[in-house]
């Protein structure tokens, strides 16, 4: 089945500054790469996503890229603010109809 | 709509007891999983059903978990006889054809002491 690492697993930043999340998949029928944002206590969000057709894709201050050969996608966060802390996922679709995550990474921006 | 409807929201239960979990997916999802959160393990996908019929449960972890679709909105996870190591978040999720787009519920605290 589909594996999912993700680092770091834990990240401080200070406010304004950039944050970068990298994942790496092992299953190359993978053609879904979403990525969730949990904040305490809550449900997990879809925040973006990206199919394999694509390398990059950008929607305000949250970019995702691709890179099919290597296996590995990364989340990308400039101008980090106090309300981006939270616990960020990666997903790989696999070959089947799931979603395999990451172990996640717990973001912490300081102001 | 009003989202992925799960109940309890907590549940603590002592250990040998029967628990049962719920979950109504968006009304028109086909798709439906289960998942589990633990510090350690992050989140793991339990099962899956697709148009009611359970997909692949190679997730469950052992026979005390089981887990049924019986209509389109809605699904059970059971666990007979509950243990202190199964406390975790369990999460209902459900989608419109697959891995696509899930929305997640609020997700049932269980805690097994």
């Known amino acids: 089945g589909e594996n999912v690492e993700q680092h770091p697993s834990t990240l401080s930043v200070q406010e304004g500054d950039s944050a970068v999340i990298k994942c790496t998949y092992s299953d190359s029928a993978s053609n879904y790469f979403p990525w969730y944002k949990q904040e305490l206590g809550k449900r997990p969000q879809l925040i973006i996503d990206i199919r394999s057709n694509v390398g990059e894709k950008k929607d305000q201050r949250i970019a995702v890229t691709l890179n099919k050969t290597a296996k590995h996608f990364s989340l990308h966060i400039t101008e980090t603010q106090p309300e981006d802390s939270a616990v960020y996922f990666c997903?790989?679709?696999?070959?089947?109809?799931?979603?395999?995550f990451g172990k996640g990474t717990s973001l912490l921006v300081t102001p | 709509d009003a989202g992925v409807i799960q109940s309890p929201r907590h549940e603590v239960t002592e250990m040998g007891q029967e628990v049962t979990l719920r979950c109504k997916p968006i009304s028109g999802h086909n798709s439906l999983f289960w998942y589990r959160q633990t510090m350690m393990r992050g989140l793991e996908l339990l099962i899956y059903?697709?148009?009611?019929?359970?997909?692949?449960d190679s997730g469950m972890p052992e026979d005390r978990f089981s887990a049924k679709m019986p209509n389109a909105s809605f699904s059970t996870l059971k666990i007979q006889p509950s243990e202190p190591r199964d406390s975790a978040v369990y999460f209902c999720?459900?989608?419109?054809?697959?891995?696509?787009?899930?929305?997640f519920g609020s997700g049932t605290r269980l805690t097994v002491v």
């Open positions: 999720a459900s989608s419109l054809g697959g891995r696509d787009g899930y929305t």
């Open positions: 997903a790989a679709s696999g070959s089947g109809y799931a979603l395999n």
């Open positions: 059903f697709n148009n009611n019929v359970p997909i692949d």
